[in-house]
């Protein structure tokens, strides 16, 4: 290889538009031999001495990979390697500049996304700056190639780890927002001008905006809704803060890309708002609702009712998810919505939406099949927030449908307790006409019954039976006190006597099912102890018991034994209970005439 320093001297002979491919090949060729021997401070005397920039210019450009993933590799000081690439961003042709470093954005290394984006963002800003009206589609084009690979760095999951921030998601997303300032900006100036100049750059306008636009909703979805957004101090909650601020700032309403559905086919200005992906559009009405981001910019005028119907489908959305911080966010929503929204006033028509009948089936979901401890009870919560917000009417069709369709004990059992909240006018003040008379035995008709009949499990649907005797009971009790009510009271002893028929065949089923596993169950770890003590070890089986989706024989021998005697008192309660339903239909029979 020629020695470096002739190799100048020839060069600086030869004209500007006289270097051959040939100068350009033997430019990178000497410029990599010198980055990857440690002297990059070569190069850059190299490239900032005057009497070269005319060499520059015409062939410092192949200098921008191999100095560009010097700076990346982070193996030396890569001081001198910054310098040469700020230098010959300045120096060089801004379109070829803007080709060469768009290129290794797109093709970045898997292993060094973060450094790529954070290093590359602030030279491609200063070239689209320079291209000026010239630079076209470039601030797009740019914009998504870098949410898509920032797209693909892991989201940390803990404080800590965004403090630590190894994959540099973090800086990233706050040099996104450094990036997009001078364009906003652009945007802003020219819709605050006027006359025949700003009505020229019109389209051009609003193809930077809707660009602009895109981009902030890519980047809602990806990183913002797998982010954690609870602390103002964390640089997602910046991220979202900005990417808020920047639609507003833009003249982008938030009613427009929340609700807005396109009405024809030829407005293209507000049908790309509705192309804008539901998953965005979710996050940014958790952003706006839950954390009050930019709510202060948001109308006023939208009543909760509405507002809870649109961001229904959001959370539908949302809750039907697997993802921790999908699902948080959902039941965030879900709640924040509903609390605006006052009590026993949401009419039965809205049960009619999709997602109203969607959303309390995705908790139900949550409730019974989540393994994850707290959102099974924040699930709960917002289930029950939503029963609350129903009026009488809507509440008496949504047990209905919860008693036919949920097949949990536990879940109709919730929804039990809540009917025999409705009739007792302890708990809901005025009782509702869909809590009394024919409205009220329909709905009793469904709870007093036993889903699988005499074979019914009842250990395992023990919530739904114990419910419905408590609920029996509670009526018997309040009906035995009304001397005007003999039909509701026939009615219900019918309803008690029916149902009381087979929980009987059922307890007795059960009690020697049960009374049999146990006893079996003393044996065998009576017959193992004998075992241990002859130094062998045989594992019996018991046989397999479902007790609420958890297999008997998976528990140990303590846990088996506390199981099955937890059942024989709770058939002892349920016994209990049917007695003394039992004596209140007897009493009042003994004394009327």
Known sequence: MPKFKDVVEKWRKTPENKFKQKDRELCIQIGSACIDQGESAKVLDFIKEEKNQGIVRALGLGLLQPLVKEVLKRKRNPVHCEAAVTHLVQACKPKEVFDNLFGQLEDCDPGFIGETVIFLLPHLQTVMLQLGDDRGPCVGAVLEVAQRQVARLPVPYTRQQEKTDVHGLCKCCAVLLDFLQPFVVEVKTVDSKKGAA?????????????????????????????????DPSSPFWTFATGITAILTAIHKPLPVLLFHQPMRRGDEFISKAASYSEESRACLAYLLFVQLIAMETFPAIFSPVYLLQRNMDYV???????????????????????????GCTLPVEILELRSFYTVPQNLVQIMTVCPIKHLKTRAL?????????????????????????????????????????????????????????????????????????????????????????????????????????????????????????????????????????????????????????????????????????????????????????????????????????????????????
């Open 198 to 230: 700003s009505a020229a750059k019109g389209p051009v306008n609003d193809r930077l905006r809707e660009d602009i636009v895109k981009f902030c909703m890519m980047s809602l979805r990806e990183p913002l809704l797998q982010a954690i957004l609870q």
């Open 316 to 342: 539908n959305l949302l809750s039907a998810r697997k993802d921790e911080s999908w699902l948080t966010k959902g039941l965030d929503l879900c709640e924040k919505s509903l609390e605006r929204v006052e």
């Open 381 to 593: 919560h917002v289930f029950q927030l939503f029963i609350d917000k129903l009026n009488g009417e809507a509440k008496h069709r949504f047990f209905r449908c919860m008693l036919t369709t949920s097949h949990h004990a536990g879940v109709e059992g919730h929804v039990i307790k809540n009917i025999k909240n409705q009739v007792d006018p302890a708990n809901c003040g005025q009782v509702s006409c869909w809590f009394s008379g024919e409205h009220l035995l329909s709905l009793l008709q469904l709870a007093l019954c036993l889903p699988q009949g005499a074979e019914t499990d009842l250990l395992h649907g023990m919530d739904r039976v114990m419910e419905s005797l408590n609920l029996l009971r509670f009526l018997l009790i309040k009906e035995k006190e009304k001397s005007s009510s003999k039909s509701m009271w026939a009615e219900l002893c019918k309803l008690a006597d029916s149902y009381l028929k087979v929980l009987r065949v059922c307890l007795s089923m059960s009690r020697s099912y049960y009374g049999s596993e146990l006893k079996t169950l003393k044996e065998n770890q009576k017959n193992k102890a004998k075992e241990r003590r002859e130094a062998r070890k045989i594992k019996k089986p018991v046989r397999e018991i479902n007790v609420r989706d958890e297999k008997l024989s998976d528990m140990s021998e303590m846990e088996q034994h506390q199981v099955l005697q937890c059942a024989m008192v709770t058939f002892d309660l349920m016994d209990s209970l049917a007695v003394r339903i039992e004596e209140l239909t007897e009493d009042r029979a003994a004394r009327e005439p």
